[in-house]
């Protein structure tokens, strides 16, 4: 049993981020640095942790900042050089056309556009490409900023085609002889058993993730209506027919893939089927409400709702287009379709991208290592997507290079922020090699929670998920640090261990609407510095109910399985 002055020790981290940016309101420019600094400390002074073992996390973490930053102006340029085209005005228009209700945009383009790209690229990209495509057609920053955290839930645990399982949770679960051991006893593969624990987060996602289009919109008219608390909460049901349309839209077809085909497809296959039933029925006024939805006008937004960047602005009108919907939106189509072609092991261009890999092996002699894959990131896409982009809708070389300028300024403000949070992750994450033979603090952390709960564990188990993503950044992280410890603690309580695991997954992406570089990056791409804790207090009850949802599910799943074997 881990001791508590230890597990108080590693939940230091944690709780100065927490403190620093929900509590006192500080910008994660000033409060990410502190906690990187606080997570030295403590590694160096109480983790015994070598220093040469902390340099080396802080080169890898430098080095995953980096492929985040690339990420954000990839995103910044591709909406860039549409806005420059003349392609964002006839967007706009488009989805004007659909409905002029906000409550109805946000769905279609949040929720389905959104989580079709998170299941082609993952790693924070629906935030940065829908994000800004929502302050184009009048969304406040900040509104954008929040709806396009709040849908990086159910999406992401099959995000950039399964690669949270396929990666994090195999990867997390290797060379351990317990798992294997298990696995023999059920005459799994290790792949069949990735597939069930798939199967159980589609389930559970399914259920959750069906009512989150009507958390978006509550969370939208709620915090940026002018009217009273009880007539936005009559504006947010008005919707439930059509959210819950869309959400089940979305979730059917997901879970059925991930119960019946794999963990490679279900967000994709999602995306897809959704926006095929939706945005047809959108069109026709399907259970769309009577009454039309908007922001007050842009006049009476306080200065916390606006974007920095002017170009992006609504209170700034965006010129008008000539260009056809059909030529807008085909940038955007080629983009879904090239991510799909990179990511699909039956095609070679994936092992063609993947093989341009570089790597700092034994950093400083140390047995940390930092690789990265720059084809394979999801910004060479965006990027080979703006050139053709240039040719298709007849861009002139000034105009494309005014959309490069433009994408420079707001890395600069967001380096310090991301760089420190992603630095701190990796310190945290790597404590495990220690003179004082300790575990690593997540697993420390992750010990005295289950110490604590006992029977009542499936209910906790999402949340040690979450404790993951919002440290880390990642759901595929997360799902690498503690599924050892899911699959230990699941057999020790006769919990199954593929139902535990699947808790891990849905806590895990939760915890990607709160953590913190996901935030930063999605701010970035619209030039809303300097709100992070504020944008975490507005997705904090959307993360709870996810999180909430998620551990009840599981104590009923657990009640009704008994002691299951698996």
């Not at 980096?66 to 050089?81: C, K, P, Q, R, S």
């Not at 790693?123 to 057609?137: E, K």
């Not at 005459?187 to 069906?210: D, M, N, P, S």
């Not at 849905?506 to 999605?522: K, L, P, R, T």
Request: glycine share 10%.
């Amino acid at each position: 049993m881990v001791s508590p002055l230890y597990f108080l020790f590693a939940a230091i981290p944690i709780a100065t981020v927490f403190l620093l940016l929900v509590v006192a309101r500080r910008p994660a420019g000033q409060a990410m640095p502190l906690a990187y600094l606080v997570t030295v400390a403590i590694a160096l002074l109480v983790w015994k942790v070598p220093f040469v073992e902390v340099a080396a996390s802080s080169v890898q973490g430098a080095i995953a900042a980096l492929e985040i930053l690339y990420i954000v102006f990839g995103a910044m340029l591709l909406l860039n050089t549409l806005q420059e085209s003349g392609a964002i005005a006839s967007i706009r228009q488009s989805l004007l056309g659909i409905s002029r209700d906000r409550r109805v945009q946000v769905i279609i383009i949040a929720w389905l556009f959104g989580g079709f790209i998170e299941g082609a690229s993952g790693f924070g990209t629906p935030a940065v490409i829908t994000v800004p495509l929502l302050v184009a057609i009048g969304f406040p920053a900040m509104a954008a900023v929040i709806s396009a955290l709040i849908i990086q839930s159910t999406p992401s645990t099959f995000g950039a085609v399964g690669t949270p399982l396929i990666i994090g949770i195999n990867t997390g679960l290797q060379d351990v002889p317990a798992v294997e051991e298990q696995l023999a006893k059920l005459g799994l593969t290790k792949a069949e058993y990735i597939a069930a624990v798939g199967q159980w987060a589609g389930i559970l996602h399914g259920i959750i993730g069906t009512f989150l289009p009507l958390v978006l919109v509550l969370a939208l008219t709620l915090s940026f209506g002018d009217r009273p608390f009880r007539l936005a909460l009559q504006d947010s049901l008005a919707t439930w027919k059509f959210a819950l349309f869309a959400g089940l839209a979305f979730t059917v077809p997901y879970t059925l893939t991930a119960v019946f085909i794999g963990p490679e497809f279900p967000t994709l296959i999602g995306g897809l089927v959704g926006l095929s039933l939706v945005v047809p029925a959108a069109r026709r006024g399907f259970f769309v409400p009577e009454t039309h939805w908007d922001f007050p006008p842009p006049s009476q937004w306080p200065d916390a709702w606006r974007s920095q960047l002017p170009s992006t602005d609504k209170s700034t009108p965006i010129k008008a287009s000539l260009m056809s919907a059909q030529r807008a939106w085909l940038p955007y189509v080629i983009l879904g379709a090239l991510l799909l072609a990179t990511r699909l092991e039956f095609l070679p261009i994936r092992g063609w991208l993947q093989s341009i890999r570089l790597t700092w092996p034994s950093i400083f002699g140390t047995a940390v290592t930092a690789t990265t894959q720059p084809l394979y990131l999801p910004p060479t896409v965006f990027i080979v997507v703006v050139i053709l982009t240039a040719f298709i809708q007849k861009m002139k070389p000034d105009a494309l290079g005014r959309a490069v300028v433009q994408s420079l300024p707001m890395l600069k403000k967001t380096i310090l922020a991301l760089g420190a949070a992603v630095l701190m992750a990796r310190v945290f994450i790597n404590s495990g090699v220690n003179t004082s033979g300790l575990a690593s603090m997540p697993l420390t952390l992750a010990d005295g929670m289950a110490a604590l709960t006992g029977q009542t564990w499936p209910f906790f188990a999402p949340i040690v998920g979450t404790i993951g993503s919002f440290v880390a950044g990642s759901v595929t992280v997360s799902n690498l640090m503690f599924s050892v410890f899911q699959f230990g603690v699941a057999l020790q309580v006769g919990l199954s261990s593929a139902l535990g695991l699947s808790l891990q997954c849905v806590g895990a992406s939760a915890g990607n609407m709160i953590c913190v570089s996901n935030v930063v990056a999605a701010e970035a791409t619209v030039g809303l510095t300097g709100c992070e804790g504020l944008l975490m207090r507005k997705v904090l009850l959307p993360t709870l109910y996810y999180v909430g949802f998620a551990g009840l599910l599981g104590i009923l799943a657990s009640l009704v399985m008994g002691k299951a074997p698996s």
